[in-house]
């Protein structure tokens, strides 16, 4: 899981949208990214608090590494060699019924636990996110080329204007708080046992 610290303010942060596209594309099956936004018209306070980024962009993978560089290169690093052991299997199931979503979550643990402390939790992700306002205009360093390609960002002007921009993997909500929603997981658990937890969220009008 890649946190990324975005705003349109951050000239620096067309960075992380290109390498969190690069790793969409081509790891799609390992790699959840989503960008946490700071500053801007896109920011979800709890999850701008949460995730505590001193520098932008910044990244945090896996809640563990914390403020990491963000780059195509070392997010490509992070997947190949930071892994561990985990003794639990996460499902979920989404049904939405009109703007009304409802998300099943079951984890099944494989280890015996007598003083867990495990959360679940849901990140609400929108992609294609675009919008009309001066805060949706991305400040872009890399115009003129002289810091380098960058995706074909160093093509375009230093100020992108809203309508030329498209936001994806945006950070909408997070149900049950940036920690998970306490109370959600037993304290004892016991080898092969599944514990359920039910998540409602309403999608707010402009959202699509």
């Given amino acids: 899981v890649f946190e990324e610290g975005t705003g349109t303010w951050c000239g620096w942060c067309p960075r992380g949208m290109v390498a969190m596209e690069y790793m969409q594309e081509n790891h799609a099956n390992n790699f959840i990214g989503i960008a946490v936004h700071n500053g801007d018209p896109m920011q979800d306070a709890a999850y701008n608090s949460g995730a505590a980024f001193t520098g932008f962009p910044g990244m945090n993978v896996d809640r563990k590494a914390l403020g990491a560089d963000v780059s195509q290169e070392t997010m490509v690093s992070y997947l190949n060699d930071y892994t561990e052991p985990t003794p639990v299997a996460v499902n979920g199931t989404a049904s939405l019924n009109g703007r009304e979503v409802t998300f099943d979550v079951t984890s099944t643990f494989y280890s015996n636990f007598n003083d867990a402390n495990f959360r679940m939790g849901v990140i609400v992700v ?55 929603q306490e109370g959600s997981v037993p304290n004892i658990l016991t080898d092969g046992q599944s514990v359920s937890y039910t998540f409602n969220y309403t999608v707010p009008a402009a959202y699509n």
């Fill in 126 to 180: 929108e992609d294609g996110v675009t919008g009309t306002s001066g805060g949706y205009a991305q400040q872009n360093y890399y115009a003129g080329g002289a810091a380098g390609p960058m995706g074909g960002y160093e093509t375009m002007p230093a100020v992108i204007p809203a309508s030329q921009m498209v936001y994806d993997h945006v950070g909408r909500a997070l149900l049950g708080g940036y920690n998970g």
